[in-house]
């Protein structure tokens, strides 16, 4: 129902239950205004909003005067101004003068409306309140000397979250916003859900990072950004939570096409970032996200799977890997007639060929790698291709997925003794079930996963004594703290700050010797700066040694591309595009060996950019999953803070280690709900209506009045 009415001779028609303040502002009145948001309820505290009302004597507070039909309302008159104007003299007497030093110096409410109105407090007793900055609290931090007790904090924590934990305490003859008793945030029940940060108008309580405005939701929803495929974490893991899984798994596969593979090996950069490790301990997302691949049901992101009309172009993917399967995965929805080629038996790459089977299962893989079929790929395997010049001739476009299947044997002396083996001729042997040549006595050169992947698989092929020895620190190893753990558990030995000085032996390998570093550093140029410790030259015996020292793209310069470092496929910045016109490059090729999710997310990329040279418009974006509107009403959880990270179930180390069995059975079904409620959801935040300066209002009535 609309109802007439005029705010300063302006006739309005405005929705009944609108309040005066409300109803101004969405037409482009601008009244000044604090204490109010639109998200929350009214309290008309700051005495800024007065208006006058035809008929009736005194002023009133604007946002909490319902319109009637007829109402004739005056914002601003003689008896108006020197009232707002007090409210705003008597907020100011508590407040630092000096905005320049605060944080939040130029996105300000409070700054902007001083502005607007030309006040300050020098008519008035000004008085400092003398409160300490309270910095002892996860992510926010509290300064009560900057508050002019608008409630929107608390209003926002009790009645828009529920949680109510913020409340007004008094400190002699000051009043402040607190909890109860003045514990911790953590200790009274905070969600940390940052919604009294975000309609704080003062800086009062903020954010313990600082952030731009273009940095807000990338530094405030860590896990979502750092993810390289940029999958909305919080959205699944709020379906994990509610017992929906087939839906969190669509919302998954928006942006994954495996999301069971990546539930295994993903290596989870947002668990790193997530702002609850600052509470606790960080949620664990990635085995949610394997528990939905393997609790959900495919019928919801397959029905709602797009697939566009036939393009008539044709291309072919040269490369099944992670980065190739995605990228010709999205091409045949966008409806190109895609071909993918893969060298190998199966499809998969590294998933296939280097994760050992006990992290990642072969059916896994498989299943996965079926969706393709369903997306029309055409896949052909053992089908090598070299000459990719000559290829491109019988397609639109051809892209390089190539992969880094080369291993890097060091230049040291007896690199090239029998029983010198490397990284991945060795992982690919025992992926296919093929002689390694490897002995009873190994010794693994490197600190990488790919590392602890060779050290473990020699492990379950039946080798006794197993050392591993890398030229960083062991604060420096870039394998994940979980593979190293697990590793010792398995009886592999690690030596850290070791320089690999030889091979030894004489028909064959007989061992290593190494010489201990005292430190390890690099130049300005990335050279590396080795000063090793003096007389620390030993040996460790060995009849097989394995370097995992890097791997490499097995390509030549007589494939006719312009090739960069590391043997790596150059290609244009900011592109995919390879040296030769309609041929393309991504993945590990392009960049050198790193990690499935980051292959998926170039493979994302590489489909998009084709897609636009192919005559499409690159979207590739998907809606698989409901789009719902979550519960701002969060509720509180006693000892919330406190919930401990549900722990991964994996094999006892004696039960796994001779087997390339599955060792881990991710999070039990009694705690996997659990552990998404331990979400912070941070993206709520920014469901909340930001706030907007009088200048928007006033341009926007100009607009209006214009039209």
Partial sequence: MRVAIEIDGKPLQVDSGLNVLEAALQNGIYIPHLCHHPDLPDIGSCRLCIVEVDGEEGVRPACKLTVRDGMKITTDSPRIAPLRKLA??????????????????????????????????????????????????????????????????????????????????????????????????????????????????????????????????????????????????????????????????????????????????????????????????????????????????????????????????RVCVVGGGPAGMTAAYYLAKQGHAVTLKEAYPTLGGQMAYGIPSYRLPRDVVAKEAGYLNDAGVQVETGCRVTDFVGLRQDYDAVLLALGTHKGVRLPIPGSDLPGVLVNSDFLRDAAMGRPTGIGRRVIVLGGGNVAFDCARTARRLGAEEIDLACLEARDKMTADEEEIAQAQEEGIRIHPAHTFEAIVGTDRAEGVRFCRVKSFTFDENRRAIIEKEENSDYVIGADTVIFATGQRTDITPEAGLELGRGNSIAVQPGSCRTSVAGIYACGDAVYGTRTVIQAVAAGRDAASEMDRALGGD?????????????????????????????????????????????????????EVCGEAGRCLQCDLRFRITGHRLWSDYIQEGKEDAAQ
């Avoid at 998907?622 to 009403?633: F, Q, S």
Wanted: with cysteine.
């Fill in 618 to 670: 690159g979207d590739i974006s998907e809606v698989l999953a409901p789009v719902e509107e979550p519960d701002a009403r969060i509720g509180k959880v006693e000892g919330f803070a406190g919930l401990p990270r549900a722990a991964e179930q994996f094999v006892e180390p004696e039960a796994r280690e001779h087997t390339f069995a599955p060792i881990s059975a991710g999070l039990c079904d009694s």
């Fill in 88 to 313: 705003m003299e008597l907020l100011l007497a508590a407040h630092p003068e000096d905005c320049s030093t605060c944080p939040k110096y130029g996105r300000c409410e409070l700054q902007t409306l001083i502005q607007y109105m030309g006040v300050s407090a020098t008519r008035m007793h000004t008085r400092v309140k003398g409160f300490a900055q309270n910095d002892r609290n996860p992510l926010f931090l509290h300064d009560m000397n900057r508050c002019v007790l608008c409630g929107r904090c608390v209003r926002a924590c009790g009645d828009l979250r529920g949680v109510g934990v913020l409340q007004y305490n008094k400190k002699d003859l000051e009043t402040y916003v607190g909890t109860l008793q003045d514990r911790l945030l953590k200790d009274s029940g905070c969600r940390f859900c940052g919604a009294c940060a975000e309609v704080c108008p003062t800086g009062t309580i903020r954010d313990l990072l600082e952030y731009s405005p273009v940095e807000k939701k990338d530094t405030l929803i860590p896990c979502q950004a750092t993810c390289p495929a940029r999958t909305e974490v919080p959205r699944y893991v709020r379906y994990v939570k509610e017992g929906k899984f087939s839906e969190a798994l669509a919302v998954v596969h928006e942006k994954l096409p495996f999301p069971e593979c990546l539930g295994h090996v993903c290596a989870h950069p947002c668990e790193s970032q997530c702002r609850r490790g600052e509470v606790n301990e960080p949620v664990s997302i990635r085995n949610i996200k394997r528990y939905a691949a393997e609790h959900g049901s495919n019928e919801l992101w397959k029905r709602n799977s797009k697939h566009l009309p036939a393009t008539g172009k």
